[in-house]
């Protein structure tokens, strides 16, 4: 893939510094909240509004989308703010209705990107189309299915290509909706140097106080731009209420952003760090997953008038994994009082669920 990087993507009148902003509700509700939303954000300077038009959920009977009959209202944000306008395309109709409709960029849901069937789909029908065309990770951490999809797209003769990173999914309770992993599109970098990447903090953190932060992070990892999730009521909206930030807030937290610009000949120290915030994230849901295990264990004990410690158990325990952790350099000492820290956890949330009436 050659000529990919961020003046590639742009339209006229969309300058090329960092970062190129997005933004624009989940869904098109109505005509009215779509053109109010358009017209604040452009009074705020953001020149691509962004809006879901099909917007099948998780689980059926929210709401999903205005379907084709939304598309004018993005017609009407581009003639009454003069607006670019973007909008998710999952299938072949989808492209043929955007298309028709005028929208300028499209983007690939990461559902879609998890499918190289419907992604070909897509491809199939943008042959021989000159736009901007986004595509996210998929929902799973799978850095090589991502860029089946980026060449998928590249290779039906789209070169106007940028990535979006929305985080990926987790069956685990835990801090952000999708957890960032910033480690994978660290490496689509590293792959490819000049290919455009935008962050979605919605998605990433699900939560709005989470979205300023993530903003943030992403400018220090050298992302070329953000997609945010913008709604005049965020409250009352019909899809991810408690992702969605007024365009008010949006402008804050883009005018507080610090956007660095240093050239390093070696690993930005920023990558560095975002690794190893990534990293503690996964141990602390590893651990917590260990502690759900843990209370299992308590139940089956409970059930079968089991005592909790079990001291052979424990010493082989130790003992092996001291041992795994010696072959892959960690001093044994370390190792054996992280172990013993999680042991006495585990031994306190066993004895919770033994103490449980019922």
């Keep these: 893939m050659k000529n990919l990087d961020l003046q590639s993507i742009l339209l006229p009148g969309i300058d090329d510094k960092r970062p190129l902003v997005i933004a624009g509700p989940c869904s098109a509700e109505t005509e009215e909240q779509v053109l109010n939303t358009a017209k604040a954000l452009a009074s705020k300077e953001i020149k691509i509004f962004r809006a879901g038009?099909?917007?099948?959920?998780?689980?059926?009977?929210?709401?999903?989308?205005?379907?084709?009959?939304?598309?004018?209202?993005?017609?009407?944000?581009?003639?009454?703010?003069?607006?670019?306008?973007?909008?998710?395309?999952?299938?072949?109709?989808?492209?043929?209705?955007?298309?028709?409709a005028g929208i300028d960029i499209l983007w690939i849901?990461?559902?879609?990107?998890?499918?190289?069937?419907?992604?070909?789909?897509?491809?199939?029908?943008?042959?021989?189309?000159?736009?901007?065309?986004?595509?996210?990770?998929p929902v799973n951490p799978d850095l090589e299915l991502w860029i089946g999809a980026i060449e998928?797209?590249?290779?039906?003769?789209?070169?106007?290509?940028?990535v979006i990173h929305r985080g990926f999914s987790s069956y685990d309770k835990k801090m952000y909706r999708n957890i960032p992993l910033w480690h994978i599109p660290i490496e689509l970098r590293r792959r490819y140097p000049n290919l455009p990447i935008l962050c979605d903090p919605?998605?990433?953190?699900?939560?709005?106080?989470?979205?300023?932060?993530?903003?943030?992070?992403?400018?220090?990892l050298n992302f070329d731009g953000l997609i945010i999730e913008a709604h005049p009521n965020p409250e009352e909206a019909l899809s991810d209420a408690s992702q969605?930030?007024?365009?008010?807030?949006?402008?804050?937290i883009l005018n507080l952003l610090v956007i660095r610009d240093v050239t390093q000949t070696t690993e930005n120290l920023t990558e560095l760090r975002h690794q190893i915030d990534s990293i503690d994230e996964g141990l602390l849901e590893l651990l917590a997953k260990r502690m759900r295990v843990s209370r299992e264990i308590g139940v089956y004990k409970k059930e079968h008038n089991m005592p909790v410690l079990?001291?052979?158990?424990?010493?082989?325990?130790?003992?092996?994994?001291?041992?795994m952790g010696s072959s892959m350099e960690l001093n044994p000492d370390f190792v054996k009082k992280i172990l013993s820290e999680i042991h006495e956890e585990s031994v306190r949330q066993q004895m919770v669920i033994m103490n449980e009436n019922g």
């Design 109 to 137: 849901g990461a559902r879609t990107v998890a499918n190289p069937f419907a992604v070909q789909e897509i491809a199939d029908a943008l042959h021989g189309v000159d736009m901007p065309v986004l595509i996210k990770n």
């Design 310 to 323: 079990q001291t052979p158990r424990y010493g082989e325990i130790l003992e092996n994994r001291t041992k």
């Design 202 to 220: 919605s998605h990433i953190g699900g939560k709005r106080e989470l979205i300023a932060p993530l903003c943030q992070q992403a400018m220090d």
């Design 244 to 252: 969605q930030i007024t365009p008010d807030v949006l402008d804050y």
């Design 53 to 100: 038009i099909w917007k099948p959920r998780t689980k059926p009977g929210g709401f999903e989308g205005a379907g084709s009959a939304g598309l004018p209202w993005l017609k009407r944000v581009k003639e009454e703010t003069g607006m670019y306008v973007a909008t998710e395309v999952a299938t072949r109709d989808h492209v043929f209705e955007a298309l028709k």
């Design 152 to 162: 998928r797209i590249y290779g039906a003769g789209l070169h106007r290509i940028g």
